[in-house]
């Protein structure tokens, strides 16, 4: 009974280490795990030391506005290139930009595209430039990004959505020219952030391992490091924590958020760059709107939509009017009549507005309050050359001017 007992004892002593073995190794080999999932991957740096940890971190609490953000212009405002959201072609037959003195060829080599440029009449060789960031979702039309080294530049083909086709970049000449630097202020609207290398005379040197692609939850909410780590350590709070809300902001600063990018140019840098504004802040002690200096200067429905909605008497008669109360910034509107039109009809009711156009007019804008209102409008700002021989072409773009219009300026 006495050897019974001690081969129980042995076996049992045997079975203790192998588990206490097999639970080593498994924290061996996963024991970053725990620690990663507490201390998200940090993807950048705002100046302000708060770190960003990416909007997929947001997918665990915000699923559907994640899942719905993905969609949306704002996103895809800026990515790395790929085949999955470079637009233009590169067959062969639709894959060139000849301009009076100079073709550009989009070629694929692998996995990876490239601009190749032949000056005509001469023989200088000219070594090819590869899609390295795409600019722009496609809705009208995209601009494409090179690296050399950390330097960023614009290549001078780019793609026209109405056309589906290859054009010269708008400021561009119709001949070959430098490759144009990038700096944080081409950058702002396209990239939630991107951290600058100094001294930098071009101004175009950036950290490729801190750039943050599109415009995601971070450039309005802040960066969410502290956030994440709360609410993945404490998944019973409810009340959000480290984050900004929106909703606790006052009007201006609720406008700040978007004027950061829909407010026209803002050269006029007080201090740090176009990525040192924090949401929340006062956007004019970081830089200054350039058309601000002129109150007589007519705005270009072009980028300065926040200019011109405060110009309408819809924002000037009420204090809460913003640019949320008629965009869902987590959500894809574009081309959604009704709903914007159910906009303009809560505020203005029936019985007291009361339209002034005829029924026939009415008719012929299906009772369309935006196509009336809210013309599209040609920009003198923003401009294409579509071929060598032609003209620059605008690109119509819906005004933010909320007013009556002439008949004439009414456009789909």
Not at 82 to 95: A, H, L, Q, R, V
Not at 181 to 207: M, Q, W, Y
Not at 372 to 395: I, K, N
Request: hydrophobic share 30%.
């Amino acid at each position: 009974m006495a050897i019974i007992n001690r081969k129980f004892f042995r076996n049992s002593i045997m079975v203790i280490m192998l588990l206490g073995l097999t639970t080593l190794v498994f924290h061996c080999k996963n024991g970053t795990k725990e620690s990663e999932y507490f201390n998200p991957q940090v993807l950048a740096t705002h100046g302000n030391g708060e770190h960003f940890v990416g909007s997929k971190t947001c997918m665990e609490c915000h699923r559907d506005i994640y899942n719905a953000h993905l969609n949306t212009a704002h996103f895809n405002s800026g990515a790395i290139a790929d085949s999955s959201n470079i637009k233009g072609s590169f067959k062969e037959g639709t894959n060139i930009l000849d301009l009076n003195a100079v073709e550009f060829q989009m070629l694929k080599n692998g996995e990876y595209f490239y601009q190749h440029t032949k000056i005509k009449n001469r023989s200088t060789e000219i070594a090819p430039s590869k899609f390295d960031i795409v600019i722009g979702s496609g809705v009208r039309g995209q601009s494409y990004l090179t690296w050399d080294n950390d330097e960023l530049y614009q290549l001078q083909a780019s793609y026209y959505t109405p056309t589906d086709s290859w054009v010269n970049s708008p400021g561009y000449p119709s001949y070959y020219d430098e490759p144009r630097p990038i700096r944080d202020a081409c950058l702002k609207c396209h990239i939630t952030f991107a951290k600058s290398v100094e001294p930098s005379p071009k101004g175009n040197r950036f950290d490729k391992s801190q750039m943050i692609y599109g415009i995601d939850c971070e450039r309005c909410h802040g960066p969410s490091a502290k956030h994440v780590v709360f609410h993945r350590e404490n998944p019973e709070a409810l009340e959000a924590k480290f984050t900004l809300k929106i909703e606790d902001l006052n009007r201006q600063q609720r406008l700040d958020l978007c004027a950061q990018c829909h407010s026209g140019p803002r050269s006029i840098v007080l201090k740090g760059n176009s990525f040192s504004y924090f949401p929340g802040e006062d956007l004019n002690q970081y830089s200054k709107n350039v058309d601000n200096s002129n109150p007589d200067q007519k705005l270009d429905v072009h980028g300065n939509q926040y200019g011109l909605l405060t110009s309408s008497e819809c924002f000037k008669q009420t204090a809460t009017m913003d640019c949320s109360t008629c965009h869902d910034p987590h959500r894809k509107e574009r081309g959604n009549t009704d709903y914007f039109n159910s906009k303009c009809i809560s505020c203005h009711t029936e019985g007291e507005t009361v339209c002034s156009n005829t029924v026939m007019d009415k008719h012929i804008k299906a009772n369309n309050c935006i196509s009336c209102h809210m013309p599209t409008t040609p920009s003198q700002a923003m401009m294409v050359q579509l071929d060598r021989d032609s003209l620059e072409t605008s690109f119509n773009i819906r005004t933010h001017l909320i007013a009556i219009y002439n008949k004439d300026m009414w456009r789909d």
